[in-house]
């Protein structure tokens, strides 16, 4: 059975750092052709794809957050770690992260975590 | 990443057909056969309904179907049933290895 689970703080005040944890359970992150990502959701809003680390730690982020963003891996603990530096409100939103398969689908997704960004 | 397009909301009756379009360009849509669907009931996770434009996971109920014309890509789910409302995103390989979505579409039972 493969399960994500995301972790993290609630609430992170303006001008912070995040950083999220994704767990990946029944899936190798070593595996060739694994490829993980972030995704997040304000509320009300849209999805939002956010960042990207393949197999081969090549990584990938939103064109508009690349300098605010950190996405990396730990093959041993088998987790994805992502990092926001600079949080501001407008980045409230629900993170999930996600397994892509060899089409480009996500076909695995965590259950999400809240996080709100106030003072 | 501009974001594909889609229509706000759709709705249909029971028992009748919907379709939910996504509207891009050469870079995503129109240049690649990796389209996929999702399904989002509130409070939830998305849930994968459709992949590389026509391909159903398993569990999938084959009510639900996908194609392609050009740089549009569309979803139709048909006999519609009351668990279908929910929101639909769709998302397409971006060059260059990069994924965007669409920016989601209301589907409303009636």
Request: net charge negative; charged share 30%; proline share 0%.
């Given at each position: 059975q493969v399960t994500l689970k995301e972790s993290g703080p609630a609430l992170v005040k303006p001008t912070q750092t995040l950083t999220l944890t994704c767990t990946f359970s029944g899936l190798s992150l070593s595996t060739s052709e694994m490829r993980a990502n972030w995704i997040r959701q304000p509320p009300g809003k849209a999805l939002e794809w956010l960042a990207r680390i393949d197999w081969d730690d090549e990584k990938f982020y939103r064109t508009s957050l690349k300098t605010r963003?950190?996405?990396s891996k730990d093959t041993s603990k088998n987790q994805v770690v992502l990092t926001m530096t600079n949080m501001d409100p407008v980045d409230t939103a629900t993170y999930y992260c996600a397994r892509m398969g060899p089409k480009w689908e996500l076909d695995y997704w965590g259950q999400g975590t809240l996080v709100t960004v106030s003072s | 990443q501009s974001a594909l397009i889609q229509p706000p909301?759709?709705?249909g009756s029971p028992g009748q057909s919907v379709t939910i379009s996504c509207t891009g360009t050469n870079s995503d849509i129109g240049g690649y056969n990796f389209v996929s669907w999702y399904q989002q009931h509130p409070g939830k996770a998305p849930k994968l309904m459709i992949y590389?434009?026509?391909k159903r996971p398993s569990g999938v109920p084959d009510r639900f179907s996908g194609s392609k014309s050009g740089n549009t890509a569309s979803l139709t789910v048909s006999g519609l049933q009351?668990?279908?409302?929910?929101?639909?995103?769709c998302s397409s390989y971006l060059y260059y290895k990069n994924l965007v979505f669409g920016g989601g579409t209301k589907l409303t039972v009636l």
């Open positions: 963003l950190t996405i | 909301s759709a709705s590389e434009v026509t009351a668990e279908d409302e929910a929101d639909y995103y």
